[in-house]
């Protein structure tokens, strides 16, 4: 079985430019997340959805963040402008039955 | 609100060595527990969890039980392996607040031979 598939792997860009992460997770897994982590701490959450529906997104900054998942299946996740302190590794899970399985994550460097 | 605390690393062993990694966490409800373990290059991994209190979860050598009265979730190998060189996450999850996963800020272990 697949896992948890996000692309680019790694992101370097200039500040005040766009990004888009792009995450799939497996397959049946109706709940989806997008966590940031710094270097050197543990990741936070961002979003979760519930099929298509984002049900926290309280930790989500909304005015340079968004993310979708139209189909309630893949998620974008988007920075538009980037700041410097966005760089990280932004990470896509997927749950089932309560046990969330990560992707490998992006890592963005924003310069 | 939530938390976890784990001990700070880099925690340097030798081959064979007892690990222990401390981990306590503070709660609003009753929490299940998880060791998330992230290799190098590679995204964070289910290692173990436990979703009562005296529930031991065990993988790979590894073991954590969950003491309610400590608060705690320590983590334990008893004879660690270079491969089991990585960073350790200790983990909550409160059902009420939707399973966000709660993390501490990570434990890097090193194992030399």
């Known amino acids: 079985e697949a896992g948890v598939v996000q692309s680019p792997r790694y992101k370097i860009i200039e500040k005040k430019q766009p990004v888009a992460f792009w995450c799939n997770p497996i397959?049946?897994?109706?709940?989806l997340y997008w966590y940031r982590q710094n270097l050197g701490q543990g990741p936070e959450l961002l979003i979760r959805?519930?099929?298509?529906?984002?049900?926290?997104d309280s930790q989500l900054p909304k005015d340079r963040f968004s993310a979708e998942r139209l189909k309630g299946v893949d998620s974008t996740l988007k920075i538009q402008p980037a700041e410097l302190g966005d760089s990280a590794v932004y990470l896509c899970?997927?749950?089932?039955?309560?046990?969330?399985?990560f992707g490998p994550g992006t890592r963005l460097t924003v310069t | 609100g939530n938390s976890v605390t784990q001990m700070e690393g880099p925690v340097t062993l030798s081959e064979e060595a007892f690990l222990t990694i401390n981990c306590t966490y503070t709660a609003t409800g009753y929490p299940s527990l998880f060791w998330y373990v992230q290799y190098p290059g590679e995204g964070l991994q289910l290692l173990l969890k436990?979703?009562?209190?005296?529930d031991k979860g065990s993988n790979k050598g590894f073991e954590a039980t969950y003491r309610k009265e400590t608060t705690s979730f320590h983590l334990e190998k008893g004879s660690v392996q270079v491969s089991d060189s990585a960073v350790y996450f200790c983990a909550l999850e409160i059902k009420a607040a939707g399973n966000k996963l709660t993390f501490g800020g990570g434990t890097r272990v090193l194992v030399k031979p």
């Open positions: 397959s049946g897994h109706n709940t």
């Open positions: 959805y519930e099929n298509e529906e984002a049900v926290d």
């Open positions: 436990a979703t009562k209190a005296d």
């Open positions: 899970a997927s749950s089932l039955e309560r046990v969330q399985y």
